[in-house]
C-alpha cells in the first residue's frame, strides 16, 4: 500500500491543504527528496498532517488511540520491541481482522508474521497517540511480569518468558551493589528491559544458577536449563562471569520451533561466488568446512542450515557440540553436556566409531579435536567445524596453531566460511542517502576494494553495468522515536576463502594470517568488511555500521 507523490499532492490542493503555489514551491526544493520529506522540512505541514492527508487520500482510518479503545490481547500480538522500533501497535482484534495503526505504511511489512492467521487492517496515527499507547504497552508488561518476578519461586520462569514476548535471542544480567541491570538482545541489538534492587538482583542471580545446575559461587562457569510454554520447550544456556563490579550471567534462548524455520543459504544473505561456492563445496561433500565468527555471529545458524541441505535418507548425518541448540530430524546429534562428562574430543572420538558420512564438531578448542577433525576428513568423513576466530585466514592460522599438520590441512581444506551480522537500517519514513566524496572514497579504500565490491554489484545485476563507484549513494541511519538509532533487525555478511592452489601451497608452508589473506583477497576473495560494503551499497545496513564505527 503506497500513495504516489501525484496522488498525495493532488490531494493536497484538492482538499485546500495547500495552495498550487505552495506545493510547487515544495516541489523545487524536493531535488530529488521525497515530497512528504520536504514539506515536514520546510515548515509545509507538520508529520502528523502528512499522515492525516496520506490517510484520507488513501481511504485509510486515522485513529486516536487511547486506554478506551486499545485491546491488551490485541496489544500482545506485536512484540513490544518491534512496536517500539517501528511505530506499529495492534490495538484492536474483531471479527473484521486485527486493527493496526503505524506512523508509516511502509512499516507494515514487518506484520508479516501474523499472516495468514490474521487479516491486517492498516490505519493511521498520530506520534502523540503511538507515544501513549507504547506507554499503556510498557505498564502492560510491568504489570504482567513484575508480578511473576515478585513471586521468589517464578522469578526465572518470569524472566524467560518476558524476553520470549519481547522476541530476544538473549537475556543479559549484570549484577554489582548497586542493583540488578536487565537487558535484551533483540536482532542484535542490547535494549533494556528493566531494573531490580540489589536484594531482588541476588535472589535473581541465586534462581537462575540454581536452575542451570551451576554452584551458587562468583566464578565462570556453564549450564542450561529447560522450559515449557505453550507447549514449546525451551531450551536456555547460561554462562557465568565474575566481573570487578559483581556478576555477569548470560542467558542464551533457543526455542524448538527455530529449527523448523527452514533457511536457505540464500535467505542467510550468501549471494553470487560466494554462494556458489558453498553449494559447490556441499554437493562435493569431501574434506574439511571450517565455518568461524565471533559470539552471536550466526555460526551455528550457517552450519545447521548446511546440515540441513545435506541432510537426506542415505546419508549418515552425527554431530558433537557442547549443548545442541535444535533438534534436526534423522541426524544423531550428541552434547558434552550430557554426555557423562566427556570432554569435546572424547565425544568426537565416540562418534566417528560410527563412521558417519557427515560430522559436525560444534567447537573446536583443543588440540587433540582438531587433529581428530583434520584426520577424520583426509580418511573420508565430510567434516564442518566451527573455530571461532575473526576470519577465515585467522581460523586456518588457529588451526596450525592448534597443532594441525600444514600439509594434511592444505590436502583436507575444501572451504572456509566466516560470518558476522550487521544491524539494517530500520527504512523510517524519510530516507538520507549520500554519494561518498573523494576524501570518503579514500578512505574507504583502507578497508575494502572498491572496484572488487563494483565488480560482484554488476555482475548480480543490483546496478547498472556503467554506473561508477562514486556514483552509488550510500544510506546512513535516521534516528526516530521508536527507532533511536535508526536501525532495526540484522543481516549476515560472508567471507568465504576457497582454497586455490596458490593458496593451498601457503597453507602447506605454514603461512601466518596475514599471508592467507593476501593470497585468498588476490585470487578474488570478498571479505568480510566487503561484503558488508556491498549490503550498504543495496541500501540494507550503513558503511558506520560495517566499519564498527556505528554508536
Known amino acids: 500500500m503506497h500513495l504516489g507523490e501525484a496522488e498525495l499532492k493532488d490531494f493536497l490542493i484538492d482538499s485546500g491543504l495547500l495552495s498550487r503555489s505552495q506545493v510547487a514551491s515544495a516541489l523545487e526544493r524536493a531535488q530529488g527528496k521525497p515530497l512528504a520529506h520536504v514539506l515536514v522540512e520546510g515548515g509545509f505541514l507538520s508529520e502528523d498532517e502528512v499522515r492525516r492527508a496520506s490517510a484520507h487520500a488513501l481511504g485509510i482510518p486515522f485513529v486516536q488511540l487511547s486506554r478506551d479503545n486499545v485491546s491488551l490481547d490485541a496489544l500482545s500480538l506485536v512484540p513490544e520491541p518491534l512496536s517500539r522500533q517501528k511505530g506499529i501497535v495492534a490495538f484492536a482484534l474483531t471479527e473484521r481482522g486485527l486493527e493496526v495503526a503505524l506512523l508509516n505504511l511502509a512499516d507494515l511489512e514487518s506484520l508479516e508474521f501474523l499472516q495468514p492467521k490474521y487479516r491486517i487492517l492498516p490505519r493511521l496515527t498520530t506520534q502523540q497517540s503511538m507515544t501513549k499507547t507504547l506507554l499503556i504497552y510498557q505498564k502492560h508488561l510491568r504489570e504482567q511480569y513484575g508480578g511473576l518476578i515478585e513471586q521468589e519461586s517464578r522469578v526465572v520462569e518470569a524472566l524467560v518468558f518476558h524476553a520470549l514476548h519481547s522476541n530476544a535471542s538473549e537475556i543479559l544480567l549484570d549484577y554489582s551493589n ?51 510454554k505453550d507447549g514449546e520447550e525451551i531450551t536456555v544456556r547460561v554462562y557465568s562471569l565474575p566481573t570487578v563490579a559483581g556478576e555477569r550471567i548470560s542467558l ?35 574434506g574439511l568446512v571450517v565455518v568461524t565468527g565471533g559470539a552471536q555471529s550466526g555460526k551455528t545458524t550457517l ?9 537426506a535418507p542415505h546419508v549418515s548425518i552425527a ?70 576466530a575473526a576470519n577465515t585466514s585467522e581460523a586456518l592460522d588457529k588451526l596450525r596453531r592448534l597443532g594441525v599438520e600444514p600439509e594434511l ?51 548480480e545485476g543490483r546496478i547498472d553495468k556503467g554506473e561508477a563507484w ?49 593470497q585468498a583477497r588476490k585470487d578474488g576473495m570478498l571479505t568480510l568488511a566487503e561484503d558488508g560494503l556491498y549490503r550498504a551499497a543495496l541500501g540494507e545496513t550503513s558503511i558506520e555500521e560495517v566499519l564498527g564505527e556505528a554508536k
Open 178 to 228: 548497586e542493583g540488578l541491570l536487565v537487558r535484551h538482545r533483540i536482532g542484535g541489538v542490547l535494549r533494556e528491559a528493566m531494573r531490580l534492587q540489589a536484594p531482588k538482583g541476588e535472589t535473581v542471580i541465586a534462581r537462575v544458577k540454581t536452575a542451570a545446575k551451576i554452584f551458587p559461587v562468583r566464578k565462570t562457569q556453564e549450564g542450561s536449563f529447560r522450559l515449557q
Open 252 to 286: 542464551h534462548i533457543l526455542r524448538q520451533h527455530e529449527s523448523r524455520k527452514g533457511y536457505t543459504l540464500e535467505s542467510l544473505g550468501l549471494h553470487g561466488e560466494a554462494l556458489e561456492a558453498v553449494h559447490g563445496a556441499l554437493l562435493k561433500r569431501k
Open 303 to 311: 552450519l545447521y542450515t548446511m546440515l540441513d541441505t545435506l541432510n
Open 319 to 388: 554431530t558433537a557440540e557442547r549443548i545442541v541448540e535444535h533438534s534436526l530430524t534423522h541426524i544423531a546429534q550428541t552434547q558434552t553436556e550430557t554426555s557423562e562428562g566427556l570432554s569435546m574430543s572424547a565425544l568426537v572420538r565416540s562418534v566417528l566409531r560410527q563412521d558417519p558420512d557427515v560430522l559436525m564438531v560444534g567447537d573446536v578448542r583443543d588440540r587433540e579435536t582438531a587433529a581428530l577433525c583434520a584426520r577424520a576428513a583426509s580418511h573420508g568423513t565430510f567434516v564442518l567445524m566451527n573455530v571461532e
Open 409 to 459: 590441512l592444505s590436502s583436507t581444506l575444501t572451504l572456509a566460511v566466516a560470518t558476522r551480522t550487521v544491524r539494517m537500517l530500520s527504512g523510517k519514513q524519510f530516507s538520507d542517502s549520500r554519494k561518498l566524496t573523494r576524501a570518503q572514497q579514500d578512505a574507504l579504500e583502507e578497508h575494502a576494494n572498491a572496484a572488487r565490491i563494483l565488480s560482484t554489484l554488476k555482475e
Open 470 to 518: 562514486k556514483d552509488i549513494a550510500f544510506p546512513r541511519p535516521v534516528p526516530s522515536t521508536d527507532s533511536p538509532d535508526g536501525y532495526a533487525g540484522a543481516i549476515g555478511t560472508y567471507e568465504v576463502l576457497q582454497p586455490t592452489t596458490a593458496l593451498k601451497e601457503k597453507i602447506a608452508e605454514g603461512a601466518q594470517a596475514q599471508v592467507l589473506e593476501a
